[in-house]
Every structure is written in C-alpha cells, then in structure tokens.
C-alpha cells in the first residue's frame, strides 16, 4: 500500500529555480562571471530533458507524417531575407530608459518598473518618452565592419523555411499541401528579459510551416490546432492549466488571417507556449518580390499558378520545458511528516528513466553488470553514496520514474528491487527481467 500523503503544486517560481539550480537542469549563463541577462545553460538533467522534447516534437510532426520534410538551416541568412520578412523595419518594441537609475524598461512594462533606486526621497522613475527598439542582433560577417558586412542572428526560424521552400519541394518531390519543419535557435534583444527561461535572448523554437492551396486553410487551419493541443496533453501538461486563446481581430499581424495561442497557466500567469497562425501567402510574395525568384506553384491538373497560403505552428523549446517542470513539480507531505520534492515527468520525457542504486559498494559487480545491460535501452543513473533513503529522494527531484536496487539477496534469490517514483511502491522482479519490465512501464508517449 502507498502512503497517505498530500501534495501541492508550484506556487512560486523561486523554487523551481532553486532546484534546477541544485539538480542541474537549468542555471545562469556565465555563473562564474555573475551571469548574463537573458542567457541560460542547460545542465545534464536539463539537456536530456530538452532533447526528449525535441525528439518528441521531431517524431510527431516529421517522421510519423508523409507530408512534412524536416530541414536545419544556417542562423545566419541572407541580410535582405529580413528586409523581406519585414523584421529590420518593424521589429521593435517601445522602450523608455529612467534618466536616474538608467534602466531600461519597455513601455507596456512601467507599471512593473519598482522603485526607482537612484531617487532620494521619490519612488518614482524619470521616464523619456517612448521610442522604438529593434529587437534583431546584428552581427558582422568578414574581418571588416563596414555596412556591407552587417548580419543578423535569426529572429526566428521560420524564414529560411521560407527561403528554402522551391529548393526543398523540388528535391523532396513533394506537392502541395505539405509542410517544412525545422528545430533550432533563434535570438531577439529583449529589453527585459525575465520570468526564469520563459523570455530570453537567446531560445529555441520547433516551426513547422504548412502549405496549402488558399480554399484549404480552413482545413488546415483547424488540423493543426488540432494536433499541436493534442500533442501537449500528450506531454502530460494538466487540463486545468492548458488552454487555446483565439487572437482578436485587433491583435493580428497585418498579414494574418487567423491566430490561436496555446497557453499554459505559470506561477506569474497564463503565457502562450505556442502559436497556430494562418501567414496567408504574405511570406513566399515578400520573398519572391525581393529575390526576384518565382515561389508560386502550378497545380499540375487545373494549371493554375498561384502562391500558397501558410498555416504555421511554433512552440517555444524552452517555454514548453518550463512547463512541463512547473506541472512535474509538487511537494509531498508523507504519512510520517517528511516532506518530499518529486518531479513527475512522464516516463518517456524523464532525463533520467532508471536508477541502479547497490546497497552497498560491495554490491558494485553485479550493479555495474546491470546498469552497462539498461544503459543499451534507457539513460540510466548509478548511485552507490549514501543511504538508500537519501539516494531514493536525490532520484525524486531528478525526476527519475524507476530505482533498481541491489541487496545482499540478490546473488541468491537473483531478483533485485524495483521503486516506483510517484506511488513510492516497490516491487521484487527477476534481473533478468529487469529491462523487458522498465521498457513496458516508460512505454512510448500517445
């Protein structure tokens, strides 16, 4: 029988910090130097967290579909790639500085601004009046930096999709509707970044850009919307905190047509995760306008030429792995009054799956002997330090599903014990059997 306890949600950000921090998922940037504002490394846990979304992501919406082609292109594009998209005019955000403190705030943002630190006697900032900030890095390419040399990191990965359309078509054979697919960073200057991983400088985004015939983005529209909200309850995200938000006419990108927002509720509040929008055939005309390329296509049975029309789906890489810690994370009160901190990732998405943990270091032979057998099939974790109750709480907050432990009666009874992480229940199996029962409880994501 499990133990009677309670349990409670995240409630403030500062505790998840805190354990990334302690367990080695997610950390400042450049943390010898005092950080970097706006840049986070992922540790070890974090990394294998990460990169299971990502093959998630990957094997849904690429690999299980014959209609979508996945590409990895270069960060930096063309310079005129963003004249085109639109990017070096419009991309900017009002900013005012404070001509005390020296701050730097966007203007939506002032009501959040705090006090002001260099005004004695006032709490209040010395605001200039707004103007806008592009959001674009620049960067130089060549060993001068004249104007000619002027790049820019990419915003955002969807563009050289675009760009890359006619070639990838073509060598792919694909006809319309199909899809491009692409994971990779993106970067923006934002003027203040905040909320943990959830507003950066620097992130990675996974776009799938799909397309179709103008008569079909109804269809396509409502497919992927369809797909994308699937595939985050798939991630185990709680009903009561997912949700779709349709965009007002007055929050549309001029050249969008429609806009649904997943959203997931955070400590600091409902936040879009991901977005499902209908880009119409604005991107391919823009960029076929400033290359002087043709990117329309001809329907090979009614002859007719036309540009396709783009329904797109992006999900923030690092946004969706922030909420699947938050959602992971809870606090347990056990029947004898400890209190536990467990992360409950799906099996699937845990950066650790299996702990090996011998009752002793004189049980290392066989121990090891099991963990080279599981690591051919999971990531696995091997702990012999300290005591089993210590070991079994350090799994909790790694979020590992399953701890194998060795004892003195394995060499004779040859089973080993198996610990189940969110019930706490264990169980006596035969070593041999060991693998065939992980891989059946972690099981596939669906």
Known sequence: MAAERSARRLERMEDLVSLCARRGFVFQSSE???????FWDYGPLGTELKNNLKSLWWQRVVRERPDVEGIDTAIIAHPRTWEASGHVEHFSDPLVDCRACKKRFRADQVGDAGPCSARQGSSEH??????????????????SEDAAAVAYLRAETCQSIFNDFKRVRETSRQKIPFGIAQLGKAFRNEINPRNFTFRSREFEQAELEFFCHATEREKWFSHWTDERMRFHRELGLAGDRLRTRAHATDELAHYARAAVDVEYLFPFGWQEIEGIHDRGSYDLS???EYSGKDLGVTDPETKEHYVPVVIETSVGIDRTCLAVMVDAYAEETLEDGETRIVMRFHPALAPIQVAVLPLSKKLSEPAHRLESELRRRFNVFYDDAGNIGRRYRRQDEAGTPFCVTIDFESAQDEKVTVRERDSMEQERIPIGAVGAVLAE???ALR
Not at 32 to 38: A, L, S, T
Not at 126 to 143: K, Q, S, V, W, Y
């Open 286 to 288: 823009r960029h076929g």
């Open 32 to 38: 010898i130097y005092g950080g970097i504002n706006g």
């Open 441 to 443: 409880r972690t099981g």
């Open 126 to 143: 010395d605001f200039t009046e707004p103007r806008n900030f592009n959001l674009m890095l620049r960067t130089h390419i060549g060993a």
